[in-house]
């Protein structure tokens, strides 16, 4: 039963454009909210957070929202780049020492 | 510098073999940990260690030991290896274990292919 969910596998979005990239969580009590960036044969990199005291968290050009009553949080990363091409994954963190990952999406900006 | 470092990077073995995998990070983290990434993709936990002890253990066969010799060190060692174990395993760590906004730092990640 997956607690954390990205139901969009994929995303292709134009340079220059705005990604949008979407996670819902099915556990209320959940507070912390993660997002890591994955290139192909490289571990998670962390890209930016979110607590549930916020709605709202920026750093550069990526903008994670959260809203807490729909359970529901994105990543919107303005103007999109061809670097940001990656998988984004979704996490959540119920308890200290763990972490609980959607399943990613994987993100292409296209010329 | 590389601060979460897995040791293989590949790595193809036959079923009933054993194996182990190694993760070393120079963070000073006290918190390290192993996640697999099964073929849907899906990252999972599967231990967690906090200064040498085990705190989490998900439902992770018992032919799967982790071994931590110091803070910096997490093993994973691997008993009667099946075609069920091939995926993709990363250690990570983290500091402030007790408090839950804390990141975790990945490893380049183990790619295990059992034939």
């Known amino acids: 039963d997956q607690q954390v969910k990205q139901n969009s596998p994929s995303l292709s979005v134009q340079e220059g454009r705005i990604s949008i990239l979407n996670c819902d969580y099915t556990?209320?009590?959940?507070?912390?909210f993660l997002w890591y960036k994955k290139y192909p044969a490289e571990g998670p990199t962390f890209l930016i957070s979110i607590s549930s005291i916020k709605d709202k968290n920026e750093d550069g050009r990526f903008t994670v929202f959260l809203n807490k009553s729909a359970k529901h949080l994105s990543l919107h990363i303005v103007p999109s780049q061809p670097g940001d091409s990656a998988v984004y994954f979704c996490a959540a963190i119920p308890l200290p020492n763990k972490l609980i990952f959607g399943a990613g999406t994987r993100l292409a900006v296209h010329p | 510098d590389t601060a979460v470092s897995q040791t293989p990077k590949y790595l193809v073995t036959q079923m009933g073999n054993d194996k182990s995998i190694k993760c070393e990070q120079n963070?000073?983290?006290?918190?390290m940990y192993w996640y697999k990434q099964d073929s849907k993709k899906f990252l999972k936990i599967m231990f967690s260690y906090n200064n040498k002890e085990l705190i989490i253990n998900e439902t992770v066969p018992n032919r799967f030991s982790p071994k931590s010799p110091d803070k910096a060190h997490l093993n994973l060692h691997i008993n009667s290896l099946e075609l069920g174990d091939s995926a993709v395993y990363f250690c990570?760590?983290?500091?402030?274990?007790?408090?839950?906004?804390?990141?975790?730092?990945f490893g380049q990640g183990t790619r295990l292919t059992v034939v």
């Open positions: 990570a760590s983290s500091q402030d274990p007790g408090q839950v906004n804390t990141e975790a730092f």
């Open positions: 963070l000073g983290h006290d918190t």
């Open positions: 556990n209320s009590m959940f507070d912390y």
